[in-house]
């Protein structure tokens, strides 16, 4: 008779660490599954960053070289209007 309580409660015990267990199993996939969401939303916000720092680099290396081209041009033109009066002396 003693076997026959100590194997109930036994079994109500181990009963109760199976759902325990499946209890924690969902709760930890559950929150894997919002640490990758997490994760993923903070990867994407990199690379929507980075890809705007391209943008940006992009656009002053563009106006940089327009600047540089435009310098080029003055001082061709200046270089032109110099020869022009020297010449006229």
């Known amino acids: 008779m003693t076997w026959i309580i100590i194997n109930s409660i036994l079994s109500v015990i181990v009963s109760g660490l199976i759902i325990y267990n499946n209890h924690l199993q969902k709760n930890t996939h559950k929150m894997l599954d919002e640490a990758q969401e997490m994760i993923r939303k903070y990867l994407n916000e990199i690379e929507e960053s980075f890809e705007k720092q391209e943008r ?3 656009a002053q ?3 940089n ?3 540089t ?3 080029i041009r003055h001082e061709d033109a200046l270089k032109i209007i110099v020869n022009y009066i020297r ?3």
Do not use: L, P
């Open 56 to 58: 940006i680099n992009n």
């Open 61 to 63: 290396s563009n106006f």
């Open 65 to 67: 070289e327009s600047v």
């Open 87 to 89: 010449d006229a002396k």
């Open 69 to 71: 081209t435009n310098f």
